[in-house]
């Protein structure tokens, strides 16, 4: 019997907790746990006090699994009562030697259920992990490769519950707490290797607890100033992520790699100057230079945290064609903070009335990235996410939809550019459908409901909501009879929607069905 299930086995013997044996003794529960699953191992102070507890002798209660001091039996008194007690002053000497070595070898390792030893670890190796500071000693899990079984030895009482689920990769998704609020999060997957069971943490989130932190003792609620002065310039500003899944609404966040780990990623998400979430993720898939400084999303940080964007690549205003005019508008309202509203508008007015002519070939190529294709997917992300159009940018919209170079998966990615646009303002999306620009646009007016109609099938509540708008408008003087016929045409898209198989639909208001 190890010393940890001596104490456990005296402690139910009493009829107490975990918890309340921790309170007598001034520890906490997590410590008694560690005590009697042999993890850890009681200083002399607190042998001594639990000794006192359980109403036994030190000696007893670390005795080895060879000798039981409870059942042991009594010495035989000397025969006659009289002269030295050899025998009694071995017994002390040997109580004492084996207290001595029990001591010495709890101090240096703990002895697992199965009896195989395995030492402590001290602490993260790498700054890629979350420590849990509410525990004694902390602990952490770390990116990586980790044995045991989950949560890997690490008790998280967080509030909510934990939900389990696969991932898109196979990997073991745990996530505990509420997404909309403070939440946990740890990915990863598994194998075997000689009969142990490895797993490969693949990602650590949190958006809450004050009491998880990064190994340099960043966590929710730290200030600028604290990261900035913790990784220094190593970090990589970053603009802004868009979209329903990130983690958690910030300003801006920092990323943070290493050579020795090139693969992992710490990124700290902040909001007016807090921290106001953690991730720490594995990147392969995204490559090793997902967060290397590329012109569009991330830049070098000065002393004081700012981003450094005094090393921006533009093309110059010169002789510039369309495809260059867009990419030097876009660039200029997604890094210079300090825009006259002159301004903005001027380069806002600078992408819109370009995109029809502009080649995304040629655009991917001017963002100086190691992988040209996160050029068009920002500048797309970007289009996708104003919070406004005017119909005239709605107009330049549409007739973008058919731009140079726009094929394949970015052609997808540019139907949900338009089914931004129509879900913004569906009646002013048919009027510039029905605006006669001179030129034979049957074949793009044909492509823009087609794509339109399919963009925004993916949220139907936003598809319900435009059918509403356009029903409002139809048959009022708020439309001329051209406007009015091609806003049944769009409507009919809008509530028959086909999964993208419009080849049967009708092309023109002409066509409608009666």
């Not at 998400?269 to 967060?291: S, T």
């Not at 890094?335 to 070939?361: C, H, I, K």
């Not at 992300?381 to 549409?398: A, K, M």
């Not at 030129?439 to 823009?448: F, G, K």
Request: proline content about 6%.
């Amino acid at each position: 019997m190890t010393l940890g299930q001596r104490i456990s086995e005296y402690r139910k013997k009493l009829g107490i907790s975990q918890e309340e044996l921790g309170a007598r003794l001034g520890v906490s529960r997590q410590a008694v746990s560690k005590w009697e699953t042999d993890i850890a191992s009681p200083d002399m102070e607190n042998l001594l006090a639990l000794s006192r507890e359980f109403g036994i002798s030190v000696a007893e209660l670390t005795a080895t699994p060879e000798e039981t001091p409870m059942e042991a039996p009594a010495p035989e008194p000397s025969p006659t009562g009289k002269g030295f007690p050899w025998k009694g002053l071995c017994f002390a000497l040997l109580a004492c030697v084996l207290i001595l070595g029990v001591l010495w070898w709890n101090a240096r390792s703990h002895v697992e259920p199965s009896s195989s030893a395995q030492e402590e670890p001290e602490g993260p190796q790498t700054d890629f992990a979350l420590v849990f500071d509410w525990m004694e000693p902390p602990e952490f899990l770390e990116l990586g490769e980790q044995q045991g079984e989950y949560p890997f030895g690490v008790d998280l009482f967080l509030q909510g519950p934990d939900t389990v689920l696969t991932g898109d990769n196979g990997e073991t998704v745990h996530t505990l707490g509420d997404l909309d609020e403070d939440h946990f999060r740890l990915s990863y997957s598994e194998y075997e290797d000689s009969g142990s069971t490895y797993r490969g943490i693949t990602l650590l989130e949190c958006n809450g607890s004050k009491e998880i932190s990064t190994p340099r003792g960043i966590h929710i609620g730290s200030t600028r100033a604290d990261v900035v002065t913790a990784y220094g310039t190593d970090l990589v500003y970053c603009l802004k992520e868009e979209g329903d899944d990130i983690l958690v609404p910030h300003d801006y966040y920092y990323a943070y790699q290493t050579e020795a780990a090139p693969t992992y990623a710490l990124c700290l998400f902040l909001q007016d100057g807090l921290v106001v979430g953690i991730r720490m993720e594995n990147v392969m898939d995204m490559g090793l230079d997902a967060y290397a400084v590329d012109n569009l999303n991330t830049f070098p940080i000065l002393s004081n945290g700012d981003p450094d964007f005094s090393h921006r690549r533009e093309p110059e205003r010169k002789d510039m064609d369309e495809t260059q005019i867009v990419y030097s508008a876009w660039n200029q309202l997604v890094t210079n903070q300090n825009l006259s509203a002159e301004d903005r508008y001027g380069y806002r007015r600078d992408v819109f009335t370009n995109l029809p002519e502009m080649d995304w070939q040629e655009f991917m190529q001017l963002g100086g990235s190691d992988d040209p294709v996160t050029t068009a997917e920002a500048f797309a992300d970007w289009l996708r996410n104003q919070e406004s159009f005017s119909e005239g940018e709605i107009y330049y919209i549409q007739r973008g939809s058919m731009a140079k170079g726009l094929d394949g998966a970015y052609s997808e990615n540019y139907d949900s550019i338009l089914a931004a646009a129509l879900a913004y303002d569906p009646v002013g999306f048919a009027k510039q459908l029905a605006y006669d620009s001179g030129a034979d646009e049957s074949q793009l007016r044909t492509h823009v409901l087609m794509s339109a109609a399919y963009g925004i099938d993916y949220t139907p509540a936003r598809a319900s909501a435009a059918v509403e708008k356009l029903d409002a408008a139809i048959g009022t003087n708020a439309l001329t009879e051209e406007e009015n016929a091609w806003a049944r045409l769009l409507r009919y898209y809008l509530a028959n929607p086909n999964d993208g198989d419009y080849s049967d639909y009708p092309k023109t208001p002409e066509e409608l069905p009666s």
